[in-house]
């Protein structure tokens, strides 16, 4: 088969022209897409000959067909979270995740449901928990891994030991075959069989050679197929065999039928391309409880897993030291770590399952009463309530992005990470496994599904060595000896890919080896499905996304400090591909993408974009000139909620901020830049001449103008300026009498607060006055926030070093600095130390708080009172915030209130971040975004009040949908008992 590179660019652009007007789909032939798509989550990186998102399943068979016609492979792809690189390989990528995400009617008499294939797991479960149900396999990527990869895959996750892998799941599955024909497959009679085995053409081809090849190689497949749970290497043709595949303990199976739908499980899209499956659903159990074992070594924690599982546990999951101390590490998951006791090097937690408390209690119990004082357990935890959502799972879950967070080249690497022994084989297997490791000089991570014996050990490589690369090779060759000797599989559920399919032939013997390569000739004669994949002998130190070869070019210098990360490259590749910025919902991140589901548009793909231009593999007329990274930063919110919520810390808003520092220097900006950046300049002029000003802004003929010259869409009118600023104010106020009882603090009176809302610094002076506090006012120029944003470096270091010289006799003294903006608060407490300001920014950064996080602390204001509110507060937070400080301390402040039901939102980030819902060509995302769950939220509920602490939010919701919201403080100062009215 041609590669890419080897074939005409005329045959290329026919390709492309026949996709195009043929189907209706997205199609994506630029060069830009194409590198976007040529990673996953794997070690690996290989160009596509072009993208197609599919709206309808007719588009997926014309685009088989079509690539049939013209000789181009077929790449199925979901949320590309592979670890083993089956997403990726040299021919049409389909990207199933945008449309073909429908979840079809739940059948409740045959416990199915019916999804297309880019349905996420998290959003089928939810879509399922009001009936009760759910479905049975839980992997560690449930909120972007989409059914189609798991049933690819066939994945398993933690519940195995319960509810097993996908293939246990899978009733029947719509496809496509290679020639671009559909068919449905699904459990058939005998009779039936003979008829579809009679059949001309490939589905009748598939139907008799699966048949054959079982009937003729029966004793061969029985003897050379692990006999474990968590195998999913190789072509399922077990499932062929009544009573050979291994189920979990006590799962009721199905009545055998000739299922062509359990080979396609777990083929990797290499036999068929699937595009709708009828799924089994399982009920919820009634009560979760979780005991979390720590233990001062690994092989004790391994030791003792039979014990664990003799007490009837539905998964039991191990976490090693390394995790444990890079999750301390996380902004994040540092607050998760509460389950491990002491210092250990290993945690192992059980969950149980039961229908009432007393049983769950009585599971529980049992293993403690097993393990309490026992050698090497030095720390036992019960959470018998709500464990679904313990700190555990959540830690356990970022597992494999935690340790891809280690600084440096060397990180722990997927490519013998997922073997899987008889667990009662385990601990020498292990132990083996290990020696093989030091053997090779480096050293190992372990974590994973202790109980179904698939540990995933990943070796700690530098690939951008050739020692490295040897390494793996030599690893790999040595552990696949292993497995076979344990009789395992090379893969429990990450798959072959091109990781591990060049072992299957060792696993399996000549012979089965034999039938597995004639099922793939049945299925796709012409080796156009995924090829390389499950079978195919490529060398898993080939095609590596960072090999000795790789080299990027970053800035000779930069003006913020990547040191913490290595460096800005370094910083760029601590992306490797895990996608958790791909979940469609819950959380911040990332924004854009939530709206757009364009790969283009999360945090990976932006970090791909940079890496590609930084490689030369994307070119650049200057620095980072690239039209696919400029576009992929534009919709770029610098929410900052990728440096908390990916697990491998990949902060975009800094490296968006730096790159077009690096891209614009000092040459010509857009309008909008300088005026957004220099807002503080502009924000007292506009309040001097208020009247004329709003009247200014609101005229339909300057909104044009306004667009046409600055960027500014029209839609949108900017904000008004108040004719009395916070600071006219605050000079002539009488202060409360009590003020100052209990010593002072510093208010930092924002630009958005001094010009335009002063209604906010008003009630934050009032509320603190009353708490004891004498206030006094930082009088600063400007956080900065709208230079940096705009990658006015120079201008931002030059007031963050202004404000710290200002704040810092403050924080020396012990005087609270205190916030009411959120985004200009983040400055202060983050973006500062990437200044290079030195231990000064940090001063200033460890003594700010948000104003109503402050008063939330009865430690700081006992005296305050308030009277009793009849009613919901419904609490947006700054998505900056949500980040950076958290939002406990505003739901604590707005709870003081008697009688106030406080209820947060999870409503992600407003749309509007600063500037950016302003600008032309971000309206329609920055709309989206609000509608997406904070406007309905908000509308849904009118008699409520909705607080947020962003102006920014606050503005957004006004301006889309006429809601008033209200900053937090002034929720607390309208209820003050002892409090003037605001305004007053």
């Known amino acids: 088969m041609l590669t890419t590179n080897q074939r005409p660019a005329s045959a290329l652009t026919r390709l492309h022209d026949r996709l195009s007007r043929e189907t209706r789909a997205e199609v994506h032939p630029d060069r830009g897409h194409r590198g976007l798509y040529s990673t996953d989550a794997s070690l690996y990186q290989v160009e596509p000959v072009g993208v197609v998102v599919p709206r309808t399943v007719d588009d997926v068979a014309a685009a088989v067909r079509i690539a049939a016609e013209e000789g181009v492979a077929i790449i199925p792809r979901g949320g590309a979270t592979s670890l083993s690189g089956q997403t990726i390989g040299d021919g049409i990528v389909i990207d199933f995740s945008k449309y073909l995400n429908r979840i079809g009617i739940v059948d409740r008499d045959s416990m199915t449901v019916h999804v297309e294939p880019g349905v996420v797991l998290d959003r089928l479960n939810a879509h399922l928990k009001p009936m009760g149900l759910m479905f049975g396999p839980d992997v560690s990527t449930s909120d972007r891994a989409t059914l189609g990869g798991m049933i690819g895959n066939n994945s398993a996750g933690a519940r195995s030991l319960r509810y097993g892998k996908t293939v246990d799941h899978v009733r029947a599955v719509d496809v496509v075959l290679a020639d671009g024909t559909r068919a449905k497959l699904g459990p058939v009679s005998p009779a039936e069989l003979d008829v579809l085995c009679a059949r001309e053409g490939l ?11 079982v009937a003729g190689h029966r004793d061969a497949i029985v003897a050379r197929f692990p006999h474990i749970l968590r195998r999913v290497s190789g072509y399922n043709l077990d499932e062929f065999i009544p009573g050979l595949p291994v189920r979990a303990p006590g799962w009721a199976d199905d009545p055998w039928e000739f299922n062509l739908a359990k080979l396609i499980v777990g083929s990797e899209g290499s036999l068929a391309v699937l595009t709708g499956a009828d799924l089994r659903v399982v009920p919820i159990p009634p009560f979760q409880g979780l005991v979390v074992l720590s233990f001062a070594t690994i092989p004790a924690a391994i030791d003792r897993i039979r014990e664990m599982v003799e007490t ?19 902004p994040l998951y540092s607050q998760y770590l509460d389950f491990a006791e002491g210092r250990p090097e290993a945690v192992l937690a059980a969950q149980y399952y039961a229908d009432s408390e007393a049983e769950l209690a009585a599971k529980a119990d049992d293993l403690v009463r097993r393990f309490e004082g026992r050698p090497g357990v030095v720390g036992i935890r019960k959470s018998l309530k709500d464990s679904a959502k313990d700190g555990f799972w959540k830690v356990r879950k970022a597992g494999l992005a935690l340790l891809m967070s280690m600084v440096g080249d060397a990180k722990p690497v997927a490519f013998v990470e997922d073997t899987a022994v008889s667990p009662e084989k385990l601990p020498a297997f292990y132990e ?9 000089g480096v050293r190992a991570s372990c974590y994973g599904h202790a109980d179904v014996g698939c540990l995933h050990i990943r ?23 292993l497995v076979v000797e344990f009789a395992g599989s090379m893969s429990g559920e990450h798959g072959d890919g091109l990781a591990r399919s060049l072992w299957n032939r060792k696993l399996f013997g000549e012979e089965v080896y034999g039938s597995l390569r004639r099922v793939k000739a049945a299925f796709d004669p012409e080796n156009r499905l995924n090829p390389g994949k499950v079978i195919g002998e490529t060398d898993p130190g080939e095609n590596l996304r960072m090999g000795p070869e790789y080299a990027a070019r970053e800035p000779a210098s930069t003006e913020l400090d990547f040191s913490d990360q290595g460096g800005f490259a370094r910083a760029v590749e601590m992306c490797t591909g895990v996608g958790a910025c791909r979940k469609p919902a819950g959380g911040t991140m990332c924004p854009s993408y939530m709206v757009t589901r364009d790969e283009m548009h999360s945090t990976r793909g932006r970090a791909n974009a940079l890496r590609l231009v930084m490689t030369g593999e994307l070119p650049s007329s200057g620095a980072f000139a690239n039209d696919t990274l400029m576009e992929a930063l534009d919709l770029c919110l610098q929410c900052k909620a990728c440096k908390t919520e990916c697990p491998s810390g990949v902060d975009m808003a800094k490296l968006k901020a730096e790159v077009l520092h690096q891209y614009y220097g000092n040459g010509p ?20 001449m208020a009247p004329i000003a709003n009247a200014t802004l609101r005229s339909p003929a300057f909104r044009w103008l306004l667009e046409k010259v600055a960027g500014i869409d029209r839609r949108r009118t900017l904000p008004a300026f108040a004719s009395r600023n916070f600071r006219a104010w605050f000079d002539r106020h009488a202060v409360d009498p009590g003020a ?7 208010l930092i009176d924002d630009c958005f607060t001094t010009y335009n809302n002063p209604e906010v610094g008003i009630a934050a002076v009032q509320v603190l006055e009353a708490a004891g506090y004498r206030v006094g006012l930082a009088s600063l120029r400007c956080c900065g926030r709208p230079a940096a944003s705009k990658g006015l470096l120079p201008l931002a270091r030059e007031l963050a070093r202004e404000n710290v010289e200002k704040l810092l006799p403050y924080a020396r003294e012990g005087t609270p600095i205190l916030g009411l903006e959120p985004s200009c608060l983040t400055m202060f407490v983050d973006d500062y130390r990437d200044f290079r300001l030195g ?15 402050f008063v939330a602390d009865p430690g700081n204001a006992p005296d305050l009172e308030f009277n009793p509110l009849d009613g919901r507060i419904l609490v947006h937070g700054h998505c900056q915030q949500k980040a950076t400080l958290g939002t406990a301390g505003t739901s604590a402040a707005l709870r003081r209130i008697p009688g106030a039901e406080v209820r947060e939102l999870d409503s992600g980030c407003c749309g509007m971040a600063g500037s950016f819902g302003y600008e032309r060509g971000h309206y329609e995302v920055s709309s989206a975004l609000a509608e997406r769950v904070l406007i309905p939220a908000a509308a849904a509920d009118p008699s409520a009040t909705l607080a947020a602490p962003g102006f920014s939010c606050r503005s957004q919701v006004h301006g889309l949908a006429g809601i ?16 003037r009215s605001v305004g007053g």
Not at 466 to 478: C, D, P, S
């Open 312 to 330: 009837g546990p539905a998964a039991v999951e191990m976490i090693d030291r390394t995790i444990l101390d890079l999750a301390a590490e996380s």
């Open 669 to 688: 900006r857009p309008l909008s830049h300088l005026l957004m950046g220099r807002i503080f300049r502009l924000n007292p002029l506009g309040s001097a």
């Open 432 to 440: 083996r496994f290990q020696a093989i490791v030091a053997k090779h």
């Open 964 to 979: 008033e919201a209200s900053h937090p403080i002034e929720v607390l100062a309208r209820q003050l008992r002892r409090g």
């Open 203 to 213: 589905l009748g081809t598939a139907y008799r050679t699966v048949r054959d090849e």
């Open 459 to 481: 070796p700690i490589l530098n690939m951008k060595t050739e020692r490295g690369v040897e390494g793996l090779r030599g690893i790999a060759r040595e552990v696949s000896d």
């Open 839 to 853: 231990p000064d920014a940090k001063e200033v950064a460890a003594r700010c708080d948000m104003v109503e996080a």
């Open 740 to 746: 100052g009882r209990r010593g002072s603090v510093v």
